[in-house]
């Protein structure tokens, strides 16, 4: 496997924290190599530096919610005019090269991916506790691999950096395959599987770390993407007998009061409001109700106005969905934390509901306690049934439901959903049906546009998005560009076709 080192340089720079709850604090201290990676606590500190990128804003703080905007569920709304342009154009399939969006998710996975670098290369080392070892090691390969995933498929080819780098070391380094990062995604995860305990063993502070579910689910997802469907199905039903089931509420999976649930596999924790700026990177507050919250509403601390769902999306809805009511505000809809909803919030006459944290828990812009969920269970059920029905089970992908947590995959989602069970529909009408089970089930979670592109090699995306309007898509639209800045400043990297 050909593999760029990553630079030490950047050491100086990196900080680790080790307080109380595993990311409830940013790093306060630099590094310094002679007095570091020497006991349990640098360990620990060293792995939860590598969590924290996935907080940012380049990462699951925005721009991974906001691909579900690309990808036609919503348009920014925000407060119009060049509010969130960057999100706009690559929505509107305009996408430059000097994309400030794409910028942020090119850079936005290196930090992390840095940080578990370090702590592969130091950890194995250490004379330290054998099975914390293990669960370090194992965590570092599922954040490694999870911050390739984000790469891979938002850009393709990308450079493949697995070791720590040093000054003499060449600092410009080409794209490697996306077969080859998807190999290194591949054995990052399946010894993650190997070395991570179930997520039960946690307790207390430890709670939300990465987990032998968490890894097993993602390596799922991973080889549904490649179109591995025996070996999805294989990991779905690992996931299955590790105990996981789907809440009875299924807001229960947004709330900051019910964190961390039996349905959840992996989330990105925030604690609330910290003494850094809303806008650091170091940021402890989710800014995801703050960001959708609707504008001069006073429904939530801050409403910006983001996400705002489109008519098309609503009327995707079935008939009794009660999903519906706990995702969108709406005219007429019940009532968010005593408050009436009015169409003139919007300028699509609806708000995201999903994600919104009362001012009784979160009085404040800056004060959201809420977790990002990365992967619930009820996406593994999911890729379960697609996969039973793409290796010809379609009937098995359609059993009957008895419970939300008995019977078929994908009717015990439409079960907890209030629909009726789906029965009887052949292949090419079932895949139809599960992939629209996946848009209403995941919606505003950053699914949607993964699933367009990865279904018949993104054509089912652009057929899609053809559908509703969005003419200017087109194959090149499928990754993002690598952004002008970083070309420039590492001339070895090739640009995407077409841009």
Known sequence: M???????????ALVFCSCSKFLDKAPLDSVNTSNFWLTESDAIAGINGAYQPLQWPKLYNLRMWTTDIWAGNSVVGAGGGTDGIETQDIANF??????????????????????ANLVLQNVPSMNIDGELKNRILGEARFLRATYYFILARLFGDVPLITVPQIPSDDLRPT???KSEVYNLIIDDLTQAISLLPPRTSYSGTDIGRASKGAAAGMLAKVYLTLGQYQKTLDLCEEVASLGYTLNANYSDNFSPLTKNSSESLFEVQYIGKTSYSFWDN??????????????????????????????????????????????????????????????????????????????????????????FPV?????????????LNELGRTAEAQLPSTSINAGGPLNRVRRRAGLTDVQGLNQAALREKILHERRMELAFEGHWWFDLVRVNNGQYGLDFLHSIGKSNAATKHLLLPIPQKEIEANPNLAQNPGY
């Open 2 to 12: 050909k593999t760029v080192k990553n630079t030490i340089v950047i050491i100086t």
């Open 94 to 115: 305009v996408t430059a090269t000097d994309n400030a969006a794409a910028l942020d998710i090119w850079r936005g996975p290196a930090p992390g991916i840095l940080r």
């Open 375 to 387: 992967l619930r269970y009820s996406d593994v059920l999911l890729m379960q049934a697609e996969a």
């Open 175 to 177: 794209r490697t395959s």
């Open 282 to 371: 170091e940021n402890q507050s989710s800014w995801v109700s703050t960001f959708t919250g609707p504008r001069n509403s006073d429904f939530v601390g801050g409403g910006y106005g983001w996400d705002q769902p489109t008519q098309e999306f609503v009327n995707a809805y079935e008939a009794g969905d009660t999903r519906k009511d706990q995702t969108v505000l709406y005219a007429g809809g019940p009532n968010f934390d005593g408050k009436t909803y009015q169409a003139s919030y919007s300028m699509t006459g609806y708000n995201l509901r999903k994600f919104l944290v009362p001012k009784s828990i979160s009085p404040d812009y800056d004060t959201n306690p809420a977790d």
